[in-house]
T-cell receptor, first 114, second 114 residues
Framework: DTAVSQTPKYLVTQMGNDKSIKCEQNLGHDTMYWYKQDSKKFLKIMFSYNNKELIINETVPNRFSPKSPDKAHLNLHINSLELGDSAVYFC?????????????FGDGTRLSIL | AQSVTQPDIHITVSEGASLELRCNYSYGATPYLFWYVQSPGQGLQLLLK??????LVQGIKGFEAEFKRSQSSFNLRKPSVHWSDAAEYFCAVGSGGTASKLTFGTGTRLQVTL
């Protein structure tokens, strides 16, 4: 069984469009995250939710809006896509919001902006 | 602020040779340290973690890492590399507290020659 699953795996779209990425975890974790991996493989946290509450927002443009309908789901909606948004977006989850709990990652969503 | 440095962008080793990937961190308190591996097109898989206690930690796939507080290092080692170990390796430091997050290094790409 997939622990952290993201859909879609690939997303190709044009500048200016709005798109969403979905993430679900079946590990029973209460904390979920979105990370962005750029073309140089650098990974940076974007958001973190604990029990459906936003606890980390790392200076991400407000075109990015995460939503957590329940503890098992964390979606990412992006408005007015720009070329610089091209990246791989990873969802992750962990139990607890403390730094000593390993995070489990999904396989990523590769977003390409034309 | 926490940070991680992986000095080696790319390393090539022969199959059967030993491996050491370097990682240096900066963190004000006791760090929570992790090594993740990313195969092409895949998400990140946790290799091992250090929270406290024994400074030599064992992980999956025959990897180990040693925490050296005096050197602010957490180097990853494997005595004999297999061709399937070719991947991108990321060192990360985790912060404590409610708003915890992982800060990643820039990664080291491992190439294995036969």
């Amino acid at each position: 069984d997939t622990a952290v699953s993201q859909t879609p795996k690939y997303l190709v779209t044009q500048m200016g469009n709005d798109k969403s990425i979905k993430c679900e975890q079946n590990l029973g974790h209460d904390t979920m995250y979105w990370y962005k991996q750029d073309s140089k493989k650098f990974l940076k946290i974007m958001f973190s939710y604990n029990n459906k509450e936003l606890i980390i927002n790392e200076t991400v443009p407000n075109r990015f809006s995460p939503k957590s309908p329940d503890k098992a789901h964390l979606n990412l909606h992006i408005n007015s896509l720009e070329l610089g948004d091209s990246a791989v977006y990873f969802c992750a989850s962990s139990q607890g919001g403390v730094g000593n709990q390993p995070q489990h990652f999904g396989d990523g969503t590769r977003l390409s902006i034309l | 602020a926490q940070s991680v440095t992986q000095p080696d962008i790319h390393i090539t080793v022969s199959e059967g040779a030993s491996l050491e990937l370097r990682c240096n961190y900066s963190y004000g308190a006791t760090p929570y340290l992790f090594w993740y591996v990313q195969s092409p097109g895949q998400g990140l898989q946790l290799l091992l973690k250090y929270f406290s206690g024994d400074t030599l930690v064992q992980g999956i796939k025959g990897f180990e890492a040693e925490f050296k507080r005096s050197q602010s290092s957490f180097n990853l080692r494997k005595p004999s590399v297999h061709w399937s170990d070719a991947a991108e390796y990321f060192c990360a430091v985790g912060s404590g507290g409610t708003a915890s997050k992982l800060t990643f290094g820039t990664g080291t790409r491992l190439q294995v020659t036969l």
